[in-house]
């Protein structure tokens, strides 16, 4: 509902143009190709993750058999863009990966990976949170959340270098925070928020949230708790269904049962003006025309959404207008992203829209 009428003309999903209506539409584009081969190195990190999944029998066969028809799908769209019901972009790359682990059995590869990173998380959060609390200039204790955004979204293991190095070292979310590349970011409307937060300008909040573990917890979490001290409702969209280590609906409500205290205070905050929204979306990137009805329903007087995360709010919905305020924040994974925004890898996104009420 906050999108502007008619939605065909006023809205598309994808940031990326892989494609212009003057290409040959039988020849795949260079953009095409890069992007079909960044989903084609996830398939070894996806592959090794299904073989281990103890909940589905002969994983180690299926995880084969994923490997190699999806890496067929991906060469067919090579040979032919129109080859799988048209020309590929970053939903249907996502959807056709996320459709066969279904349909082959993987209901939530990255289970195991999850529940260890949330458990880890939530043993930090009180010490995320008191550091936040200690800061008494309100535009410092803001950047901070901010940072804690970022430093949290780095957990994703659909970044094929990430996964690696997550596997490797684990990952430190202070060290990341106090080690992000320097502002100004390749897109850094930090400021003209800020000044908007202080007049707290907006009454409501729909967060579209993203990676479990420490994106969740220790980034989101903070910040969603201060907006709350300032009186806002805060609404938490997220997957209904598993994609990569995307947090779902049902695992944040378990998140959150088990932060709140018996009096429903998150560390000295009351949360009665927080919900958790089921969005939906079963992908780690999100098509905003097709939201659930509940989650429609409960946004539709919100004044402010927010979009985080590389795949919702970068590769999709980064250029999506609204009828109120809007900000997309994430961070930069995957050099092609970096080379189409003029940025570094592992640079940051900050994109604040402001609507003149």
């Known amino acids: 509902p906050l999108i502007p009428k008619p939605i065909e003309v006023n809205y598309r999903a994808c940031t990326i143009p892989y494609r212009f209506p003057s290409d040959n539409p039988k020849i795949a584009t260079p953009t095409e190709i890069s992007w079909i081969n960044v989903f084609a190195n996830s398939i070894p990190s996806f592959k090794k993750r299904a073989e281990s999944d103890t909940t589905v029998s002969d994983a180690p066969a299926r995880a084969q058999q994923f490997a190699e028809r999806y890496g067929g799908i991906l060469e067919d769209w090579k040979k032919d863009p129109e080859s799988h019901g048209g020309p590929p972009d970053g939903v249907s790359l996502g959807r056709a990966r996320e459709h066969l682990l279904r349909e082959l059995g993987f209901m939530d590869i990255f289970k195991k990976v999850k529940d260890e990173e949330n458990a880890k998380a939530i043993s930090l959060f009180p010490e995320v949170v008191s550091l936040s609390d200690a800061i008494e200039d309100e535009g410092e204790r803001l950047e901070n959340l901010v940072r804690g955004m970022f430093a949290g979204n780095i957990f994703d293991l659909g970044s094929a270098q990430l996964a690696e190095v997550f596997s490797r070292d684990g990952l430190s979310f202070l060290a990341t925070s106090q080690n992000l590349v320097p502002r100004p970011w390749v897109i850094d409307d930090l400021d ?22 420490a994106d969740i917890i220790l980034g989101i979490l903070p910040f969603a708790r201060e ?46 003006k927080l919900l958790v929204a089921n969005s939906g979306n079963d992908l780690a990137v999100i098509d905003l025309s097709r939201v659930s009805q509940e989650l429609a329903d409960i946004s539709a007087d919100a004044d402010l959404v927010i979009i985080e995360g590389m795949g919702r709010g970068i590769e999709t919905n980064l250029y999506a207008q609204f009828k109120c305020d809007s900000l997309k924040i994430g961070m930069v994974k995957h050099i092609e992203v970096a080379e189409f925004l003029g940025g570094r890898l592992y640079d940051c996104v900050f994109k604040y829209n402001e609507v003149q009420s």
């Open 192 to 213: 003209s928020f800020q000044s908007n937060w202080f007049k707290n300008r907006w009454k409501k909040a729909v967060i579209f949230v993203d990676n479990s573990g």
């Open 227 to 272: 907006m709350l001290r300032r009186g806002m409702q805060v609404v938490l969209a997220a997957n209904d269904l598993p994609a990569i280590n995307d947090v779902t609906y049902t695992e944040l409500t378990e998140i959150l049962s088990q932060l709140n205290d018996e009096d429903g205070q998150l560390i000295g905050v009351d949360t009665s």
